[in-house]
């Protein structure tokens, strides 16, 4: 069984950083999705010929209500959504893989849309309309595109979790759920990781259940705590361990990640494992090798 543990791709915003492209706006990665598609279909290979299984589009922070507030009609909003899809696509052509890759489409929380929240804090002065509307108008587009997988990722606290739960059941796709957590493995705010394992576990749709954007120190603990509460596929794909600014935008401290964290990950059998911020292509390829070691 432990052989076939799937590889997800790492960052897309670390390589564009290394490229020397501005993050510093509204649509994060999606800005280069719309204005230099060239530049993510390029990075979608390079993770393709780095061993990854799936790949994941350049849609974290492209939302309807963000577009839509850009001056975006409704038209034009979906075919930026359907873009990235397609870029993938490309990517998969271009790269002659002979394995199968999935499309998995990354989303993020409403903390991806709301200027005054943030996924590392997990907090919102929002009403819960307000965060079921944003992810409505989301799912309404993800559904018309032709993705393999829908995954809701950096989801921050249990009360979003709870919303998504209503709205998640109605749809068609295979869906990836992923939480943030702190060092306790728990939500952002706090509030419970095992609370929101026992609503997501009737819901067929949702295949797995992960944990990401948190210190590769917590990976095993965080994989320990998925099988026992979860019933689901398990996904771990850890940041760096560097620290993020949410009000300057910056990231700082040690880069924790290290090769051998990989074989002890492994050991754990996870269903899929992948990197998140500031984890690229060199991490992917040797996970890709610990993988086919096994």
């Not at 038209?75 to 959504?81: D, G």
């Not at 998969?92 to 929240?117: H, L, Q, T, W």
């Not at 295979?174 to 509030?191: A, K, L, M, Q, V």
Request: glycine share 6%.
């Amino acid at each position: 069984m432990i052989n076939k543990i799937k590889l997800l791709d790492g960052s897309m915003s670390f390589p564009l950083e290394q490229l020397g492209y501005n993050l510093k706006n509204k649509l994060w990665t999606g800005m280069a999705l719309i204005s230099d598609p060239d530049i993510i279909k390029n990075i979608h290979k390079d993770y393709i010929n780095a061993g990854a299984d799936y790949i994941s589009t350049s849609t974290y922070q492209v939302s309807y209500d963000r577009l839509q507030n850009m001056g975006y009609q409704s038209s034009e909003i979906k075919k930026v959504f359907q873009k990235s899809v397609d870029i993938v696509k490309e990517a998969i052509k271009e790269s002659r893989s002979k394995k199968e890759i999935k499309i998995v489409g990354s989303f993020g929380p409403f903390a991806s849309y709301d200027p005054n929240a943030s996924e590392y804090v997990g907090k919102y002065n929002s009403t819960d309309d307000e965060i079921k509307n944003f992810h409505l108008n989301n799912i309404n587009i993800i559904e018309e595109t032709d993705l393999d997988i829908i995954l809701y990722e950096t989801i921050p606290c249990l009360r979003e979790i709870k919303i998504l739960s209503k709205i998640l059941s109605q749809t068609n796709k295979e869906i990836w759920i992923s939480i943030t957590c702190n060092e306790n493995i728990e939500f952002r705010d706090g509030s419970s990781f095992k609370e929101a394992c026992k609503i997501i576990s009737p819901i067929e749709q949702i295949t797995t259940l992960g944990i990401n954007c948190f210190s590769p120190l917590l990976v095993e603990k965080a994989l320990k705590k998925l099988k026992k509460y979860s019933n689901k596929k398990t996904l771990v794909y850890p940041n760096s361990g560097e620290k993020y600014n949410p009000k300057d935008k910056y990231w700082s401290g040690k880069n924790e990640f290290n090769n051998l964290m990989i074989k002890n990950w492994l050991s754990l059998s996870p269903d899929i494992i992948g990197g998140c911020c500031r984890v690229g292509y060199n991490n992917i390829k040797k996970m890709r090798e610990e993988i086919d070691s096994l």
